[in-house]
Nanobody
Framework: QVQLVESGGGSVQAGGSQRLSCLASGSISPINTMGWYRQAPGKQRELVAV???????NHADSVKGRFTISRDNAKNTVSLQMNSLKPEDTAVYYC????????????WGQGTLVTVSS
């Protein structure tokens, strides 16, 4: 199994920055995708950014140019640098892990709240 532990989050004013990190432990597949999703109150969970173990990234249009995802494969960590935060970025952010080589495994973190005040 794989476990995800998130850190970061909290409250910040609009225009500010925050960094989220997620540490994966357990039976980590060398080929995997990790990333971040978010869920705002009353809304569906949505993709923020994902990154493959090969380094390919995909960022949601709403965060392009403001958020940057990165990972350290040696440390099994994925980070999300969030700049120029807006009130509409307020949400619970969930770390995500997906491996689908030998067997399919999808894991979610417990979530961390990011609140952006205007």
């Amino acid at each position: 199994q794989v476990q995800l532990v998130e850190s970061g989050g909290g409250s910040v004013q609009a225009g500010g920055s925050q960094r989220l990190s997620c540490l994966a432990s357990g039976s980590i597949s060398p080929i995997n995708t990790m990333g971040w999703y978010r869920q705002a109150p009353g809304k569906q969970r949505e993709l923020v950014a994902v990154i493959t173990s090969g380094g390919s990234t995909n960022h949601a249009d709403s965060v392009k140019g403001r958020f940057t995802i990165s990972r350290d494969n040696a440390k099994n960590t994925v980070s999300l640098q969030m700049n120029s935060l807006k009130p509409e970025d307020t949400a619970v952010y969930y770390c995500y892990y997906l491996a689908a080589t030998i067997r399919y495994l999808e894991v979610w973190g417990q979530g961390t709240l990011v609140t952006v005040s205007s």
